[in-house]
């Protein structure tokens, strides 16, 4: 009897197993991407693992064969011996919502959701959550048990990229400051920031690996190929990054942040607002006072420009004289001199109809003395401070020097985020990590660093002869995860040059998203503009209703038209140092029926002359614009009302 029984359990498990067999896929509801849950053998205790198919035309092709699972919990293993025990059935996710910046404020995308759920050998349950969104992948862990506190010890989370494939990959460090390489082999093998960059080599496909909705129940991550190198594992901080515990603890139950996968073509990963869509909504019920806009900065040519009164209203003046919202007071406020002090400042901005923007140091590091120092480090200190700026007429907070991804730190930027909003005050950071779709959750969240900017023409002679295709890297890289304080738009020179035209920097007003655009250069930069480009500075705007990405190619040349109202932005860069490029611009991304008068802002005879074209366009209308080495251009296109 007791063999028959083992047999009928036997014969149970195997119609179970055959059962599941056939909900193991999910495709997006575009029927363009399909995530399939397969195990490495035939075995009940081998590991599970996803693969993610693409089709651009009739066929599925692989494009990730691999994305190991698993975690290790300080308790017992959830990568080895799982079971599946159930499979949820599909349901279909919809996201709406309206941003207040970014690169559409009206956003809208669909997925299908499946939920496998597993034991391991203990009976202890893991949950992996898998969507199919029309423009990518996501998944998350888990823990759906009632209660208990562990550790983390490892995510075993890896995706493996087949060989040939191109990638665009950023060195980890804790500012996010690194160039991007390009490469078709995993030859190098170290620590890697998100997001990270792939054109596969089996059809016309790209991808983009980042994670999103991160929390205080976890730290933010990278990836790794340490190991095997063509595996970017996902990987918890290093214990010697910053202060703190490296490994994340956890309450149950828990959901880890979402693995995301921005798929499709070149122009879908750029137009991708995927990264936010799965993030949480706002926080925020009254956001009247979360106003995007430039803003005048005087550090770039000037390091300490802040303890200079003068200094300051002179960018004040710059920002009425363009008609851009804000100035911001840099480091060093708190020592300002030489005819007035901060106080005096700031009724000087708002005489002008201005609003002021402060920096602070994070507080976080006894190493950095930049000041002010301890102002924002505890609740008591922020609250303190934050009920100053509101008496003092103070919009916003730049918050420097954060150089840690670990849960503590995780912490601190949404206390400040938290604290903030009580007061009305608008944040960005810098110093810091990369966006992980916060600026949904936080709208007041405007920008974050996380790049190697404009500022680094302070800091040596690396990014003078980089920036050309730095700059181009960028808008299919980390401005596609969220909001991205470069402070772009350089004419003169900071202790560094530049090797960019002069209309190659115009475009990037337009090119490089930021819900606070800070326009770099010194008063005189702007003033000697010619009217064309100068009234093109006074009117672009940093809150965009579309983004098309028309042309380009990472690392090589982009063009991005952007949508304001009835208004249409392009902004198109080079890279090449040896060539022209001769670039053709349809303007297919038109209405129908409706003429519009262009204004084109070329490169002229050299870099640092500007040609301007005037003439009206619809969208049959296509024209050729020459950019020269290194070079840009800019156009608005605004419609004839009859």
Not at 63 to 86: A, C, E, H, W, Y
Not at 125 to 132: D, E, F, G, I, M
Request: glycine share 6%; with cysteine; charged share 25%.
């Amino acid at each position: 009897m007791q063999t028959n029984k083992i047999i009928s359990t036997g014969l149970i498990l195997l119609f179970s197993v055959a059962a599941l067999a056939q909900q193991m896929t999910v495709v997006s509801p575009n029927q363009k991407l399909k995530v399939e849950l397969s195990q490495s053998e035939n075995s009940a205790f081998s590991a599970w693992f996803l693969k993610v198919d693409y089709r651009a035309d009739e066929d599925f092709t692989s494009v990730l064969p691999k994305i190991d699972l698993g975690l290790l919990r300080n308790d017992q293993d959830f990568s080895k011996k799982l079971r599946l025990t159930k499979v949820e059935s599909i349901q279909l996710i919809t996201e709406e919502y309206t941003a207040l910046h970014g690169k559409r404020l009206q956003r809208k995308n669909t997925a299908n959701e499946i939920t496998f759920c597993f034991e391991n050998e203990n009976k202890s349950k893991l949950n992996v959550v898998v969507r199919a969104w029309n423009d990518g992948v996501t998944f998350r862990y888990e823990f759906p048990e009632k209660e208990g506190a562990f550790v983390i010890q490892d995510e075993l989370t890896a995706y493996t990229i087949p060989n040939k494939t191109k990638r665009w990959l950023e060195e980890f460090d804790l500012s996010n400051e690194r160039l991007y390489a390009n490469s078709d082999s995993a030859s190098v093998q170290q620590n890697w920031s998100y997001p990270a960059l792939f054109e596969s080599p089996e059809t016309a496909c790209w991808y983009l690996i980042h994670e999103a909705d991160v929390d205080r129940t976890y730290c933010a991550t990278k990836l790794s190929n340490y190991s095997v190198a063509e595996q970017y594992k996902v990987t918890l901080p290093h214990p010697g990054e910053g202060e703190g515990e490296a490994l994340p603890q956890i309450t149950l139950p828990w959901k880890s942040p979402w693995r995301v996968i921005v798929i499709g073509s070149l122009a879908d990963v750029v137009e991708s607002t995927l990264v936010d869509d799965v993030s949480k909504p706002s926080v925020l019920e009254n956001t009247d006072w979360v106003k995007p806009g430039v803003a005048s900065w005087n550090y770039w040519s000037h390091n300490h420009g802040t303890k200079d009164f003068k200094t300051v209203c002179e960018f004040a003046d710059l920002a009425a004289e363009m008609n851009w919202p804000y100035t911001l007071l840099d480091w060093e406020w708190d020592q300002m001199g030489n005819g007035g002090n901060l106080e005096d400042a700031l009724e000087y901005i708002h005489a002008l109809g201005i609003k002021p923007l402060m920096w602070y140091n994070s507080g976080m590091f006894k190493w950095i003395t930049s000041t002010p120092v301890d102002r924002m480090k505890t609740h008591e200190n922020r609250m303190e401070e934050f009920a100053k700026l509101n008496k003092l007429g103070v919009y916003g907070v730049k918050i420097d020097f954060f150089l840690s991804e670990k849960q503590y730190m995780i912490d601190y930027y949404l206390d400040i985020l938290e604290d903030a909003a009580q007061f009305n005050i608008m944040v960005y950071f810098h110093g810091c990590l990369v966006p992980r779709g916060w600026q949904r959750t936080y709208p007041h969240l405007m920008t974050y660093e996380g790049v190697r900017g404009a500022e680094w023409y302070n800091n040596g002679p690396e990014l003078t002869a980089a920036a050309p295709e730095h700059n181009n890297v960028l808008p299919y890289t980390r401005n596609v995860v969220g909001s991205m304080d470069y402070t772009p738009v350089t004419f003169t020179n900071s202790q560094y040059p530049h090797i960019t035209s002069y209309a190659h920097e115009l475009a990037l007003s337009v090119v490089f998203e930021s819900g606070i655009q800070h326009f770099a250069d010194r008063p005189e930069g702007f003033q000697n503009l010619p009217d064309a480009a100068r009234t093109f500075l006074k009117e672009v705007p940093v809150v965009w209703d579309e983004t098309k990405l028309l042309d380009g190619y990472p690392g090589k040349f982009t063009v991005i038209a952007r949508k304001k109202a009835e208004n249409w932005y392009v902004g198109g860069i080079n890279s090449d140092g040896r060539r022209e490029r001769h670039q053709s611009l349809d303007f297919d991304f038109l209405p129908d029926g409706k003429k519009f008068r262009l204004t084109l802002i070329t490169d002229g005879e050299h870099d640092t002359v500007f040609s301007t074209q005037y003439m009206v366009v619809d969208n049959t209308s296509s024209i050729n614009v020459k950019m020269l080495r290194r070079g840009g251009f800019a156009a608005v296109l605004k419609p004839i009302n009859d």
